[in-house]
């Protein structure tokens, strides 16, 4: 009897019947007779199901397809409802609706904040502690206060190379008005070629898996390849349609208890629609698979930096029935540029395939004290620097730093430079010693 519990399917189904209650009530288009509450509780445990499925789907995949490819399926399924969510507000505003251009913005901004602020460092982070259990071969300990290190799968360098060209793109988003036709054009572009260059891989020599993927990879193709699409596909369904309502429910939560819903639109719905994506990275870490944790946490920024932007013009236009430029106000423009240079400053963090404790600490400290203070000027409690000045003092603070750590590392970067080539050019790169 508990050889039969232990069996990796008894795991999916467990995974699987967690998630009916939030399919009974989607199906029965009954989510207005819950509360705000139930409807956290229900659709929460559904998007926790569901991270599993899709982690389990993704690594089962990397037997057939390059592991690049499956961690970019995996991170847009994982971050498919912060496109939800924005493609929401871009459409009100296409509508006409005053004031949803800038919270498409702002939700876009603070989810892309969220990521490398929370997401990267944390993992790193929860990654060095692990690493003490489980022995991963990704985190170096050193000696000296806080000088662990995350060691980063050098195959990101195509990641890293599109992801400073968005970066770089970013910064003119804001002098056009708004995102128009260019910026369309160019980021989803970033994206595509991306997705062309790592999907001409081959897949790598098999990983040792466990549990469920194990199971599966040892499955006949016939069997396999199904099982993937479909784990795929239902997860992919239960993000798509729990992470809304969940993140809504937080909303109203927090605006119950006095939080204002501006505050909550830029920072508690995206950071509900990251949590597929970051429990995802966390149960990655948790197998000691620290690499492909952050191969899909850039994976997701890549995406969201380049796709999500440049489909929100796409849906704005589509909304108001011709093409137009979605404008948004001067502070939206300082969020862009802050999340623009976080981005920066989280380049020359991996440009040498490494983020250290202190780093990860940077990351974090940065963000949730610019998220802090901003959140004391919306109450009134802080009111000797406003919105716009304190988004530009750490875009420069950003920038400053991540200026210094580049100028000490322009090997690394002609490293990266390097190794993106031959990626792109599917060459065998030239080996170097670290």
């Keep these: 009897m508990n050889d039969r519990l232990r069996h990796p399917l008894v795991a999916v189904v467990v995974t699987v019947i967690a998630t009916l209650p939030w399919v009974f009530v989607y199906l029965m288009n009954s989510t207005e007779a819950l509360g705000h509450v139930q409807t956290v509780a229900i659709s929460g445990l559904s998007v926790l199901g569901a991270s599993f499925l899709l982690a389990w789907g993704a690594e089962t995949a990397e037997k057939d397809v390059p592991r690049a490819f499956a961690i970019a399926v995996l991170a847009i399924l994982a971050v498919a409802p912060e496109y939800a969510v924005d493609a929401l507000y871009a459409w009100n505003a296409g509508q006409g609706v005053v004031g ?80 128009d036709i260019l910026d369309m054009l160019i980021l989803v572009g970033l994206y595509v070629a ?79 629609s990251e949590s597929p994506e970051l429990i995802v990275t966390a149960y990655l870490v948790n197998k000691a698979r620290t690499t492909a944790a952050f191969n899909a946490l850039i994976s997701s920024k890549l995406n969201q930096w380049t796709l999500l932007i440049g489909t929100l013009g796409i849906v704005f236009s589509i909304s ?87 100028v000490t590392r322009m090997d690394d970067v002609r490293t990266v430079g390097r190794l993106a080539r031959a990626n792109a050019l599917n060459e065998q790169p030239v080996a170097e010693s670290d």
């Design 194 to 272: 991306y997705i062309g260059i790592v999907i001409r891989g081959d897949p790598e020599e098999e990983e040792v898996h466990v549990g469920v993927p194990a199971y599966l990879q040892k499955t006949p193709a016939s069997v396999r390849i199904p099982s993937v699409l479909l784990l795929f596909g239902y997860s992919g369904f239960l993000i798509f349609t729990a992470v809304e309502p969940f993140a809504h429910g937080l909303e109203d939560i927090g605006v119950q208890y006095g939080i204002p819903e501006f505050f909550m639109i830029q920072w508690i719905a995206p950071l509900a």
């Design 100 to 179: 949803d251009a800038d919270l498409a913005v702002a939700n876009m901004t603070g989810a892309n904040r969220i990521l490398i602020g929370l997401g990267w460092s944390g993992i790193a982070l929860f990654s060095i502690y692990r690493a003490k259990a489980s022995g991963d071969v990704a985190v170096e300990h050193n000696d000296g206060f806080l000088t662990d290190t995350v060691l980063l799968d050098r195959s990101i360098a195509t990641e890293v190379c599109f992801l400073a060209l968005a970066t770089l793109w970013a910064f003119f988003v804001p002098l056009n008005g708004g995102i």
């Design 320 to 406: 108001q029935g011709a093409y137009g430029v979605l404008e948004f106000n001067s502070t939206q423009a300082a969020e862009i540029w802050i999340t623009a240079a976080q981005s920066f400053f989280a380049l020359a963090v991996l440009i040498n395939f490494r983020i250290s404790m202190r780093e990860a600490v940077t990351l974090l400290v940065l963000f949730v004290s610019q998220v802090g203070i901003e959140y004391l000027h919306i109450r009134g409690t802080i009111e000797f620097i406003s919105t716009y000045d304190l988004l530009i003092v750490y875009t420069v603070i950003y920038m400053l730093i991540g200026g210094a750590m580049f």
